[in-house]
């Protein structure tokens, strides 16, 4: 530590002590640290070879200078008596402890500050962050799917018979089902230029928020195809890590203020997806560790592939139609659960006036199934209505779709779009007594809608049965309806509490 009376008591970082990970060995003494590579064999590196050791010893002194230039000092050795060849160290500047963040975090500590900064110097490298085909290569879809599998397949053989092969199954489907339908979204990543080489082990562990900015150490170096990915991929690990601190509200702030300074709008679902990645990746490490008998991995491990499993589940792109007569309430739940999901609205009286170059609140009031509600146009919109959900969908954007769908056709179209990309169809059907719907429609204000009482009255009479959809009673409050629906998107949802959503991003 170059200047230990600024960052902390300079008698406790003089103790001499010693920190260990499934790969390496770190020596803390004085004012230095001095990490030295473990001769080990894994499926994913092999540094039996001293002269891997060396490598990738100088291999992290070069790449983590990119991130903390001024703490990783050079090469070392170690010589002991016999060896005819010394063992490479990496050598560092020893960080205060009291300013690591995962120190920080579990003081309750406020972070803040100390995550805008790392979130800021984090895209401020991944805007200049080196790129090029065999870097965008590895954030496609597929390379991503191969990650996957290979991590699902160590796993799988390290975990014994019991309820975890159920938990590992599901992973596997929702995995599985996620990048089936997310093609574009990953397209659209790559053509923007979002992969790139980044830092690849974002750790609270390895950060230390100091008086003059944030530093950030230790990156991943034994294999570059792991760290070349997308940036959010990278800023996820971090969110995972707060999270299995137990600061998810700190995680989703951090990877907000990441994505505002990256400028990157991807969608929540790919937030989840990531998060949910790295701790099935942070897992397989748990077991590694626990069979080298690390003291808690075992534990450790299981409460990250609970909570992979659970962002999985958050992360699903749902296709959700609000159905239900005039006067019913189906637009004002749409809307809210529309919040409540992080979802896309879209209204089929919205864009049926949109499609006529109308504004929404302009009237377009006739009798039922003339002027803009012929069978004509109402087919035209509800075939824009799935067109606009389909491209929502395949970019990983959840939607909810608020219209009538009284026609059986349209229902099964909206399936097939639903299918086309994956996507999870839930349908709901909103219902009141006929009392309380006539008279929502004879107070209500002049909106997108146009229907009156013989407008409904007509639909009614027309309307076929849908034996699929899940009633939902909207004759009390609108929590009350919400909730409904919700204990239908999303029957899991108990965890859903567990599971930090996207903040509003305030600007600094």
């Not at 004012?31 to 291999?59: G, Q």
């Not at 574009?184 to 950060?207: K, Q, S, Y």
């Not at 429609?441 to 899940?470: F, N, Q």
Request: glycine share 8%; hydrophobic share 40%; proline share 5%.
């Amino acid at each position: 530590m170059s200047d230990p009376g600024r960052h902390g008591d300079s008698a406790a970082a003089q103790r001499a002590e010693i920190r260990e990970t499934h790969t390496a060995v770190v020596f803390f003494m004085g004012d230095r640290a001095y990490k030295r590579k473990k001769p080990v064999k894994l499926e994913f590196l092999d540094y039996t070879a001293l002269s891997s050791r060396r490598a990738v010893c100088e291999r992290e002194i070069e790449l983590n200078r990119r991130f903390s230039p001024d703490v990783y000092t050079g090469l070392g050795e170690l010589r002991t008596p016999g060896e005819q060849e010394a063992e490479p160290l990496v050598v560092m500047r020893r960080m205060p402890g009291e300013r690591r963040l995962s120190h920080l975090v579990r003081a309750g500590a406020p972070v803040d500050d100390a995550l805008r900064a790392v979130a800021r110097q984090l895209a401020a490298w991944h805007a200049a962050a080196p790129r090029g085909p065999g870097i965008t290569e590895q954030g496609t879809r597929d390379a991503l799917a191969t990650r996957w599998e290979a991590s699902l397949a160590q796993v799988d053989a390290m975990t014994a018979e019991g309820a975890a092969r159920d938990e590992l199954s599901e992973i596997e489907r929702l995995v599985g089902r996620y990048l089936a339908g997310r093609k574009p979204l990953f397209d659209v990543r790559v053509e923007e230029g979002r992969v790139l080489d980044g830092h690849g082990d974002l750790l609270a562990d390895d950060i230390f928020c100091l008086d003059d900015g944030p530093r950030i150490l230790d990156c991943l170096e034994f294999d570059d195809l792991l760290r070349y990915v997308d940036g959010l991929d990278d800023a996820a690990f971090l969110a995972m890590d707060l999270e299995l601190l137990g600061a998810s509200e700190s995680a989703a702030f951090f990877l907000a203020r990441y994505s505002e300074y990256s400028g990157d709008p991807a969608p929540q679902s790919l937030w989840h997806h990531y998060v949910a990645y790295r701790a099935f990746v942070r897992a397989k490490v748990s077991m590694i560790q626990a069979r080298q008998g690390a003291p808690g991995a075992q534990a450790t491990a299981r409460q990250l592939v609970v909570m992979a499993l659970r962002h999985l589940r958050t992360s699903a792109v749902g296709l959700t139609l609000v159905a239900g007569l005039p006067g019913t309430g189906k637009s004002t739940l749409s809307g809210a659960l529309a919040d409540r999901l992080g979802a896309v609205l879209l209204s089929s009286d919205r864009l049926r006036k949109e499609m006529a170059g109308l504004s929404p609140q302009e009237t377009a009031a006739t009798e039922y199934g003339a002027g803009l509600y012929t069978p004509e146009w109402t087919a035209r919109t509800y075939a824009a209505l799935l067109d606009r959900a389909g491209a929502l969908l395949a970019r990983g954007e959840s939607v909810v779709l608020d219209a009538t769908w009284t026609d059986s056709a349209q229902r099964e179209a909206a399936r097939r779009t639903a299918d086309q990309a994956d996507a999870d169809l839930v349908a709901l059907h909103c219902h009141v007594p006929g009392d309380m719907a006539a008279a929502r429609l004879t107070t209500r204000t002049p909106g997108a809608s146009d229907a009156d009482l013989r407008v409904a009255d007509a639909m009614a009479a027309r309307e076929e049965p849908w034996s699929e959809a899940i009633d939902v009673d909207t004759s009390g409050s609108l929590g009350s309806a919400v909730a409904q629906a919700l204990a239908a998107v999303r029957p899991w949802g108990s965890d859903q509490a567990k599971v930090f959503r996207r903040p509003y991003m305030e600007p600094d």
